[in-house]
């Protein structure tokens, strides 16, 4: 019975032994699946990192260029407004011309 007991203790023991030394081996196992799950997921944001900085340069280049026509629109729009403004002023300018003429000449003649 002793030597019974003595075997109990020792298989028990080899048992708990494997049972540490087999949760080492997956322990390894899990740590190598999740280094490479991670090196997978790792290369997928590069990926799509990538892919978004690539579509928001084209945004980007897009939209600078809708800023550049936009802008080359308002240029020219001021500039015709300045024309008309300055037609105007012209117009304004040659009736008071005309004006001082015309009280210019009845002055002369009252004179």
Known sequence: QDKLAKEQRSSA???LKLH???RTVLRGAKAEELRRDV???H???ARVT???DSSLVMDLEEAE????RALSSHLHNVDRLLQLQRCRLACLQEGCEAQLEALQAEFETER
């Open 50 to 52: 990538d892919c978004k």
């Open 65 to 68: 260029a809708q800023h550049s």
């Open 43 to 45: 290369q997928t944001f």
């Open 39 to 41: 090196a997978i997921l």
């Open 13 to 15: 023991l080899n048992l």
């Open 20 to 22: 540490t030394q087999w």
